[in-house]
């Protein structure tokens, strides 16, 4: 095994595996991105990023070429000391995980797989996954260590969290532990060290208990918003000075490509007996359905032009994926005379608008997404805000 880079990332040009790679080579490692998209590859090596990412392209552009590359070849795999998988465990339209996908990916990159390779699992995987893919190891006679040390950044802050975050690192013995956290020393100091299958739940545990909470705000604010009360006007006055509620999110859509997904992959490892988890599915995958029924009540939709702010998933963000603005727009094409959007970083949408047009045409505006360029939004339509982005009040 020929050691010309230090890091080879597979699933290198996402969201998990791009930041990872730009903070290790930041910090002085050579790294390999690898990637099957091409389009993206070829933009990475442009030193151009393919998503929003604070000060990540700036990163790119000094590293890109010389301490960072990227490339669609799998036998790069065979290059590095350390090969860290993004691969995560999908779901299909059902919501089951596939447990298995992970070691396929891996089985498949298994002939480029050299012995004395250290082989990180670093995203969210069904509970199990570590023990497969060792087992596939095994099987395939390859003498490769295999850690799961999980991603815990929120997209958008990648650039400071990977540094200042403790990295959670597992491992079936300790010599595993000591590589994984060598590695990882490499971005931060602080280390916690578990059982592999503590590590994977510990990861699900995390993405689920914020997707319980924000359920929780979003039951609150339908439960004041049906007796005409303001919830964020409640929420910040039992917030103010009073640690013990101070965790109470506002409410709004709960979406993106981990929180629910990885909800449900918890209830299907709890042999889906998960009444809270499942609870916080329906109350935030309910969210729009409950907005558009209330603006049923008040409105004449099928008479009027309908405008959602913001197509991204989280403030600040171009990442539409299980954005529930999608899902709100949907329901009102069957409920509005007609539907338009707009959003200020997302770019591969052409059904999108400008915000002068959306403005001009709109007869009713939903902010579907706190983008701080909503802020201060002037309009002389009804502007429905359940964020409380523009302080006019959350009340349907």
């Known amino acids: 095994m020929s050691d010309v880079n230090d890091v080879v990332i597979v699933g290198g040009c996402g969201h998990v595996g791009l930041p990872l790679g730009l903070a290790f080579a930041e910090r002085g490692l050579q790294v390999m991105l690898l990637d099957v998209n091409r389009r993206v590859v070829d933009q990475v090596m442009r030193g151009e990023m393919p998503f929003e990412e604070d ?10 070429g010389d301490r960072l590359r990227a490339t669609c070849d799998p036998s790069i ?37 050299s012995d004395g390779q250290l082989l990180v699992l670093r995203s969210t995987v069904y509970p199990g996954t570590t023990a ?62 578990m059982e592999p299958e503590e590590a994977e739940l510990a990861k699900l545990f995390t993405n689920t208990w914020r997707y319980i909470k924000f359920a929780t705000a979003n039951q609150l604010f339908m439960m004041a918003n049906d007796f005409g009360l303001d919830y964020e006007r409640i929420r910040q006055g039992l917030t103010l000075d009073y640690p013990r509620a101070a965790d109470l999110p506002s409410a709004g859509f709960a979406a993106g490509p981990c ?25 935030n995958e309910g969210l729009p359905l409950y907005m558009i029924s209330k603006l049923e009540q008040r409105y004449q939709l099928q008479a009027m032009t309908v405008g959602i702010l913001g197509m991204a998933f989280k403030a600040d963000s171009d990442d539409t994926r299980s954005s529930l603005s999608y899902k709100l727009k949907r329901i009102l094409r069957f409920k509005a005379a007609q539907v338009i959007c707009h959003d200020p970083f997302v770019r591969d949408d052409g059904d999108l608008v400008s915000l002068e047009e959306i403005l001009a045409r709109s007869d009713l505006l939903l902010l579907a997404t706190p983008h701080p360029q909503y802020r201060n939004i002037t309009t002389n339509v009804p502007l429905v805000d359940i964020w409380g982005t523009t302080d006019t009040g959350v009340v349907i």
């Not at 000060?55 to 890109?64: K, N, S, T």
């Not at 802050?157 to 060598?182: H, N, W």
């Open 132 to 193: 497969l893919i060792e087992q596939s190891m095994q099987e395939l006679g390859k003498a490769v260590a295999v850690a799961f040390c999980p991603e815990r950044i929120a997209e958008g802050r990648a650039m400071t969290e990977l540094y200042d975050l403790p990295q959670i690192v597992s491992g079936r013995s300790p010599a595993i532990l000591d590589r994984a956290e060598k590695l990882f020393r490499n971005l931060t100091s602080q280390m916690v060290r």
């Open 259 to 283: 929180l629910l997904k990885d909800t449900m992959q918890l209830a299907a490892f709890n042999n889906n007996n998960f009444l809270l988890g499942h609870a916080a599915m329906l109350v």
């Open 77 to 113: 795999v065979a290059s590095a000391e350390n090969v860290v998988v993004v691969i995560g465990t999908p779901v299909d339209e059902h919501l089951n995980p596939d447990p298995n996908a992970v070691t396929r990916a891996v089985r498949e990159l298994a002939e480029h797989l």
């Open 55 to 64: 000060r990540a392209e700036e990163v790119l552009q000094r590293v890109v």
